[in-house]
């Protein structure tokens, strides 16, 4: 499976930004897709994820400010940040592993290249 993330970037406090992660490789209905957050000097944690299903998880320092979403059309899973903050500052990674979410960082066997994300205050 290869994941290939969208660019991040350099935004405001309180404004929006959506990550895209295009799959490949693999029936991606099977995946679970994912999204971790690897902040500086703090260990990459997931922050969402969603099953095939449609079925979610979130961290809950991301509930009610992040979405995770999929299109098994597009192949593409999605993340919707919003109100971001100072300390949303990171690199994002998505994710993937088969058929059941995991909350253990090593139990995701696919990663993509990581996209920076930078909040100014």
């Known amino acids: 499976v290869q994941l290939q993330a969208s660019r991040g970037g350099l935004v405001q406090a309180g404004d929006s930004l959506r990550l895209s992660c295009d799959a490949s490789?693999?029936?991606?209905?099977?995946?679970?897709m994912a999204w971790f957050q690897k902040a500086p000097g703090k260990k990459r944690e997931l922050l969402a994820a969603i099953d095939m299903s449609g079925a979610t998880y979130y961290a809950d320092s991301i509930k009610g400010r992040f979405a995770i979403s999929r299109d098994n059309i597009k192949n593409t899973a999605y993340l919707q940040m919003n109100s971001l903050k100072s300390e949303d500052t990171a690199v994002y990674y998505c994710a993937a592993r088969n058929f059941k979410i995991s909350t253990q960082t090593d139990r995701y066997s696919y990663w993509g290249q990581g996209t920076l994300v930078t909040v100014s205050s």
């Open positions: 490789g693999r029936t991606f209905s099977s995946l679970v």
